[in-house]
């Protein structure tokens, strides 16, 4: 699968921007979507993930602490998309976003990346 990221760029402390991601197929496969990111001098880190409710029956969503409450994860089976709302950034949201889709099973997970969305907060 190919999964294309947009959305990215810069936003004002306080703003919104929508990021999505685009997949080249079907995403009925993938059991969890979502989205990562990586600052400068920083590992990869989750921001927010999904659990597909047309393959699991549950739709449950996992965010990182801080942006538990201001960013919002979803998708669109029906567009093969996965999007990011990011809501009242702050600076520190500053980094490369890198959407992701994964099949997850008891042994492991395996993963797909897209190429990466820069965000970029002012304040």
């Known amino acids: 699968v190919q999964l294309q990221a947009s959305g990215g760029g810069l936003v004002q402390t306080g703003g919104s921007l929508t990021l999505s991601c685009a997949a080249s197929?079907?995403?009925?496969?993938?059991?969890?979507m979502g989205w990562y990111r990586q600052a400068p001098g920083k590992q990869r880190e989750l921001v927010a993930e999904i659990s597909n409710l047309a393959v699991t029956n549950d739709g449950t969503t996992d965010y990182a602490p801080s942006v538990k409450g201001r960013f919002t994860v979803s998708t669109d089976n029906a567009k093969n998309s996965v999007y990011l709302q990011l809501n009242s950034p702050k600076p520190e949201d500053t980094a490369v976003y890198y959407c992701?889709?994964?099949?997850?099973?008891?042994?492991?997970?395996?993963?797909?990346w897209g190429q990466g969305t820069q965000v970029t907060v002012s304040s």
């Open positions: 992701n889709v994964a099949i997850r099973t008891i042994g492991g997970r395996k993963d797909y």
């Open positions: 197929g079907s995403m009925f496969r993938f059991n969890v």
